[in-house]
């Protein structure tokens, strides 16, 4: 066989994601299988949107063809539903990787999850996207032939797949430019040859597409008689959607359901949004945007090549997807379309960058998405609990992004707190009106999980005293402690960090009492001190604790426990930072171990106690052996002694 020869026809395997998807989309999305038609004409509406914009700067990329659309044909001999655009298209390089294989980055540990939860759940394999391969829900056979705008006609490409292992490309010639899906229809999906149930899904799911959708006319029966046989049987085509960008128009003539379709046909989410705000300025900025607020984060959130950004148009000509110029980061979970009359066509992502227009355009809708927010807070609360679970840490990143909107997100965080079930659904205006009379300071504690958290010696004064305190366990809340000092007028303290301002904790009694006892034990606190040598910065008399015998806190001005394993466990370097000892001057231990100063037994028992504490903080012991070592010989002794 020629070179030439094998480029004509060849086989090729799915990659083993695809494989994996098509057996979840064919297995989990069976019951809502219509969905197809939304993806494969959303598909073919980016197309469009594409050849739109080449032919901007290059309209020789129109040919002849200029008038840009979907046809849908049926079959019903044959039992084909078929598709056609005369979008951008695709050459054979490309149709190999794009029905081939997957890039999103992060797929394979998704897949993963959800073929463990042998998810029967479409909305999780929604959030992921499923696009093209969801043909095969309805068709055992796929045919795809395309032809790239402006390559020969000989460059054409036909794909095809049975949605098993493989598919095979051929190079054929197609005159006309763009792409056309057949689907050899399933015998139980014979209802999709039925012209009358097209109309009604393109309706439902695609009625915002801004290119027309053509489907043949249906003929009204006519006696046969009357049949004029000189007329010939032209086939006449009629436009079946509205075929008007969807944000173009004016918000009255919107339905609720409208609104709802443009979100999934942007998003490639299957769930309804949660929220969204449409807007047309004008003035000295004139545009249109249309932002949603997903319900359920993609499944790539937090990774760092997850698409952001939103979708671009220049007066209703699609310029890009995934304008990351247009939201700070901290919001890349918001969809939507921007669509300015005040940039030009021909601007390229290199323009985007340090352009006036783009930033005013940025801090317009970061505005509008922060105020839509505020807004649900206040009037949705059930609504907003739901974003806040679903996208709160995402927004807790803008605390240290955005300097300018900080006082805003600041008040829209939420927290788990001692005084909350085990829910996030405090603001810091709400901890606020409850701080207690000579309460100046916001406390919180950060750790692992909120339960670790909960449960922290330092605590214990503060639910004594029946003081709020915040419990952080996000991974981001480290940074977000950082970046907020303070939130109107109240500075944020961690509660174990430095010392407790007395003031707060207790009365003058009590404060008189504890000065007491704090010169009383001096020698028992310098003596463990020494016992304990360089693994602690300083050993003192404490008085957070209640009902454990000591504790460890870090300087105010060195980095918490939390912090640094967190920092160590990035790969940073960073000073290592020993922690301050403090013993509670009332828990019989500490007494005994007054007593036992300068006796042979009273080095290993401040060890232990040291220990102890480092392991009440979530930190793991330097030599964990040792410690399991002293506890068994203080056991045995304490069985010997019985
Ligand atoms: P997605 O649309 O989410 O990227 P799909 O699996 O639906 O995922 O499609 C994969 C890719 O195949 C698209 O990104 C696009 O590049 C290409 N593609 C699909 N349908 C068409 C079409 N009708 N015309 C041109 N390219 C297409």
């Known amino acids: 066989m020629t070179a030439a020869a094998a480029a004509q026809k060849q086989t090729c395997g799915f990659q083993a994601e695809v494989g994996q998807v098509l057996h979840l989309v ?42 840009l659309g979907i046809h849908i044909e049926i079959d019903k001999d044959a039992k084909t539903l078929i598709l056609r655009d005369n979008g951008i298209g695709m050459d054979r390089d490309e149709i190999i990787a794009h029905l081939g294989t997957i890039a999103k980055s992060g797929t394979k540990e998704f897949l993963k999850v959800l073929s463990a939860q042998q998810s029967k759940e479409s909305l999780l394999i929604g959030q ?67 012209s009358w149930r097209i109309k009604s899904l393109i309706h439902k799911y695609s009625d915002h597409i801004s290119f027309p959708i053509w489907m043949q006319k249906e003929e009204m029966p006519q006696a ?11 086939v006449v085509f009629e436009t079946v959607n509205r075929a008007q960008a969807l944000w173009t128009l004016p918000k009255s003539k919107i339905t609720d359901q409208e609104y709802i379709e443009f979100y999934k046909h942007i998003s490639h989410d299957f769930s309804d949004p949660l929220a969204w705000a449409h807007n047309k300025v004008e003035g000295k900025l004139e545009y249109s945007s249309l932002l949603y607020i997903p319900k359920n984060p993609p499944f790539d959130l937090y990774q760092r090549e997850t698409s952001k950004g939103l979708k671009l148009y220049v007066k209703r000509v699609f310029i890009m997807d995934d304008a990351e110029q247009l939201l700070p980061m901290y919001l890349r979970f918001v969809k939507g379309v ?84 085990g829910k996030a659904d405090v603001s810091l205006a709400d901890y606020i009106a409850r701080m207690k009379d000579k309460q100046d300071k916001i406390y919180y504690v950060t750790a692992d999980s909120a339960a670790a958290a909960r449960h922290s010696p330092q605590l214990e004064i503060f639910k004594q005293k029946d003081i709020e305190v915040l419990l952080l366990s996000d991974r981001v809340d480290e940074w977000l402690v950082v970046h907020l000092s303070e939130f109107e007028g109240k500075s944020l303290q961690s509660i174990a960090k430095g010392m407790l301002d007395l003031d707060t904790f207790a009365n003058e009694e009590e404060k008189k009492a504890h000065e007491q006892i704090v010169a009383e034990l001096k020698p028992l606190a310098e003596a463990v001190k020494e016992a304990l040598g360089d693994a602690v910065k300083e050993v003192r008399i404490s008085h ?35 922690p301050i000892l403090e013993l509670n001057p009332n828990h019989p231990i500490v007494k005994r171990l007054d007593l036992d100063k300068g006796t042979e037994q009273f080095k290993q028992w401040s060890q232990i106690l040291l220990s102890q504490a480092i392991l009440a903080d979530g930190a793991p012991l330097v030599d964990p052996a040792l410690f399991v070592n002293q506890l068994n010989d203080l056991w045995k002794d304490l069985l010997a002694a019985h």
């Open 338 to 421: 921007i669509d300015s009359n005040d940039l030009p066509l021909n601007v390229s992502r290199e323009l985007l960058q340090n352009n006036a227009v783009i930033e005013s355009l940025r801090s317009a809708t970061t505005r509008r998405i922060l105020d839509t927010l505020e807004k649900m807070s206040k009037e949705e609360a059930d609504k907003y609990a739901e974003f806040w679970k679903a996208f709160g840490p995402a927004l807790k990143e803008g605390i240290a992004e955005d300097f300018a909107n900080k006082d805003k997100i600041a008040a829209l965080l939420r927290f788990e707190t001692t005084h909350s079930a």
């Open 26 to 67: 064919t297995h989990s999305l069976y019951s809502n299988r219509e969905i197809f038609l939304r993806e494969l004409i959303s598909n073919a509406s980016d197309a469009l949107d594409k050849l739109r914009f080449l032919a901007v700067s290059e309209p020789s990329y129109l040919e002849n063809d200029t008038e």
């Open 128 to 194: 992921f996207g499923v696009g093209f391969y969801s043909s095969f829900i309805v068709a055992d056979t796929v045919t795809v032939r395309s032809r790239k705008a402006g390559l020969a006609a000989e460059a054409g490409v036909e794909w095809q797949s049975t949605g098993e292992s493989d598919f095979s490309v051929e190079t054929i010639t197609k005159a006309t430019r763009g792409t056309e899906v057949i689907l050899h229809l399933k015998e139980d999906a014979a209802e999709f040859l039925d």
């Open 544 to 578: 957070r604790l209640t009902d454990s015998p000591a504790c460890v806190v870090a300087d105010d001005n060195d980095l918490g426990g939390h912090v640094q394993r967190l920092l160590k466990a990035a790969g940073q370097a960073m000073p290592e930072s020993k």
């Open 224 to 234: 046969d008689e009357e049949k004029d046989e000189n007329v010939s049987d032209a």
